[in-house]
């Protein structure tokens, strides 16, 4: 159960004179916008924990942004949040070659995207309850088979989601695109038949437990008032020209949380919201977030995303705990993404050594480069078309090139399917530029 903090009083007291060990603690405590339960043991000599918690608050307050006036929803600006957001300015927006980490070449580009596509669209269906591996829903979306159960069926909604979100990114967001991307994310994977696509009833009782304890950790607000929200959601998504601007990252991040904080559907609010960020971050020009696999991230801290949550509302909703929860999560990924790509660079480099065995392209130095380092595996062409992002016909031509040239061998999988491994000569025709 989450600490309720206590209540205090501002504090207009001159903070001038305070100790800079004082002024050290506090600045420390708000950089990392650290909860009451995290504050109270570390208070110096001569101060009360309550005490020290009103100072913390305090200086909060003179940077208190509001966002959202319905619920006093609001946050403290500091320093690391505006230092994290310029950071993203300058490796997440502008044109292609802006970030330093990216590769110039196109066809990588798009290998790099349905990649990260799948990954985010894994993971943020597993944090929902997909029961599923990684490998298995890699290879029904890289191979086009239909989803055998709900599980699969979630993640392959949430692949198409956001690439539908990809393709609209630039339009305004409606209460029927939104009702469009929940009906999209929820299609036939609902125990509810008639809820994809629709608000929730106020029959159905929707409040958000702990899945060990049964406690009950939010009951969102009544179902009467969520037309009310959407309108008021779009105007806020759509609108660049508020009176008090907020930076883009953090007005993302304060979408996803409302939709949480509301709970808008019977189920699926979770996907939505993260979908609703991707879609305000791709409008306002963050191009890198299409490679990022933010879910992946946030599922791996899962209990810190549900605490963000929880100690947002609990201290009065001040979201602040939740923005810089993903703020760091933003961090995380782009890290991750860094050396992803600098790990595919050196593949590459190596699979271009390939290339000096004459008459092979490049893809096919590549697919080589797989059986060097999976000496025993086995690829059909979808597997091809999945990870290269070509047609069955050049995969299928590609295998059967080097097959030709006496790299791979040809074997059946069905009586209907061809695999292709390893020839018994491969070591010997590749060993020579190695």
Same mark, same amino acid.
């Given at each position: ?249 953090? #007005? ?9 904080? /509301? ?5 699926? %609010? !979770? @996907? $939505? ?122 995969? #299928? ?9 006496? /790299? ?5 999988? %069905? !009586? @209907? $399917? ?17």
């Amino acid at each position: 159960m989450i600490e309720q903090p206590p209540h205090t009083t501002t504090d207009t007291t001159d903070t001038s004179n305070e100790s800079e060990e004082l002024k050290n603690l506090i600045s420390s405590i708000n950089s990392r916008y650290l909860y009451w339960s995290d504050v109270k043991y570390r208070m110096p000599s001569g101060m009360t924990d309550i005490e020290l918690w009103s100072k913390v608050k305090s200086v909060r307050n003179l940077t208190d942004v509001k966002v959202w006036t319905q619920n006093n929803i609001h946050f403290s600006l500091t320093n690391t949040m505006q230092k994290l957001c310029h950071e993203f300015d300058m490796n997440f927006g502008g044109s292609w070659g802006a970030s330093k980490i990216f590769p110039d070449d196109k066809i990588t580009q798009e290998l790099y995207l349905i990649s990260s596509i799948m990954e985010e669209a894994i993971a943020s269906s597993q944090m929902e309850g997909a029961a599923t591996t990684r490998e298995a829903a890699k290879e029904m979306l890289r191979k086009k088979i239909s989803p055998k159960d709900k599980s699969q069926r979630m993640i392959l909604n949430n692949y198409n989601t956001i690439n539908f979100i990809r393709d609209h990114a630039k339009e305004s967001l409606t209460p029927t695109f939104i009702m469009q991307i929940h009906g999209m994310m929820t299609e036939n994977a609902f125990d509810i038949q008639d809820a994809a696509g629709r608000l929730r009833r106020e029959d159905e009782n929707i409040v958000v437990g702990n899945g060990i304890t049964g406690e009950i950790v939010h009951t969102p607000p009544a179902a009467e008032c969520l037309n009310e929200f959407l309108n008021n959601l779009c105007t806020f998504f759509n609108d660049d020209n508020t009176e008090i601007f907020i930076h883009p990252i953090i #007005k993302a991040i304060t979408v996803h949380f409302l939709v949480g904080y /509301y709970h808008p559907f019977a189920d699926g %609010n !979770g @996907r $939505t919201a993260r979908a609703l960020f991707y879609w305000y971050m791709m409008k306002s020009n963050y191009w890198l977030v299409q490679y990022l696999s933010i879910s992946r991230i946030i599922k791996g801290s899962k209990r810190a995303y549900e605490k963000a949550f929880l100690y947002s509302e609990s201290d009065g909703n001040d979201i602040g705990y939740f923005v810089q929860y993903n703020l760091d999560v933003l961090l995380k990924s782009f890290d991750a993404l860094s050396l992803y790509i600098k790990r595919k660079n050196n593949e590459k480099k190596k699979s271009e050594k390939l290339l000096h065995l004459g008459n092979i392209t490049a893809r096919q130095a590549e697919i080589l480069s797989i059986y060097i380092e999976n000496p025993d595996i086995v690829l059909v062409s979808t597997d091809i078309v999945g990870k290269f992002g070509v047609t069955h016909n050049t995969a #299928k031509s590609d295998l059967r090139n080097l097959t030709e040239k006496g /790299y791979l061998s040809e074997i059946s999988l %069905n !009586g @209907r $399917t061809k695999g292709y491994i390893r020839s018994s000569n491969f070591e010997q025709m590749v060993s020579r530029i190695r």
